[in-house]
């Protein structure tokens, strides 16, 4: 697609349920990231998929998160046994490595997730 | 530890005033370097962004970057603020064969009449 794109743009959910949030990334980016903003905060990086490779999962918090990349495309981010303090904007982001080196991030517009 | 840091959380300035906003970095080397904006319920949108050569480097609505090594510092400048640049600015920086591009706390520019 044109951009990156999110779904839902906002989802509120009780304590203790699983969410699921979705990103589309620009196709033939190759690169994939996760990351979190909570209210007042910056930028916490939660995980990194490039191509066939093993993800950098370094960033997620705890076990209750989790995420896969089918088909090199699509990925889902999974929060399982949802907690107040997940409450955030999750944002997804795509690259394309340039012939510099340098990863440029185009970012999708995130998904806010309330849980009560 | 691999970072960017940016000190102030919040700055005010009127509109047609010119802008500088801090960041600082710490890599063993050379980082990539970017800065992005983000408008109220917005995604954040690259402004520009260095790599290496010209350490002065151009990006879109008029902002320019500086990198300065001997300061570990890449600020962002604009000569004339406009209303419209009201919004959150991140800097952020990764180094060479790194995944993760590590961001600032952010910046909220707010611009008066």
């Known amino acids: 697609g044109a951009g990156v794109s999110q779904s839902p743009s906002n989802k509120v959910t009780e304590k203790g349920k699983d969410v699921e949030l979705r990103c589309d990334p620009i196709s033939g980016h190759t690169a994939l990231y996760w990351y979190r903003q909570s209210l007042g905060q910056g930028l916490e990086f939660l995980i990194y998929f490039q191509g066939n490779s093993a993800p950098d999962k370094s960033g997620l918090p705890s076990d209750r998160f989790s995420a896969e990349r089918t088909g090199g495309s699509v990925s889902t981010l999974t929060i399982q046994r949802t907690q107040q303090e997940d409450s955030a904007v999750y944002l997804c982001a795509s690259s394309r490595v340039t012939g510099a080196g340098a990863n440029v991030l185009t970012f999708g517009a995130g998904s806010r997730l309330t849980v009560l | 530890a691999q970072s960017v840091t940016q000190p102030d959380i919040h700055i005010t300035v009127s509109e047609g005033a010119s802008l500088e906003l801090r960041c600082n970095y710490s890599?063993?080397?050379?980082?990539?370097l970017f800065w992005y904006v983000q408008s109220p319920g917005q995604g954040l949108q690259l402004l520009l962004k260095y790599f290496s050569g010209d350490t002065l480097v151009q990006g879109i609505k008029g902002f320019e970057a500086e990198f300065k090594r001997s300061q570990s510092s890449f600020n962002l400048r604009k000569p004339s603020v406009h209303w419209s640049d009201a919004a959150e600015y991140f800097c952020?920086?990764?180094?060479?064969?790194?995944?993760?591009?590590?961001f600032g706390t952010g910046t909220r520019l707010t611009v008066i009449p």
């Open positions: 952020a920086g990764h180094q060479t064969g790194a995944n993760n591009l590590f």
């Open positions: 890599y063993g080397a050379t980082p990539y």
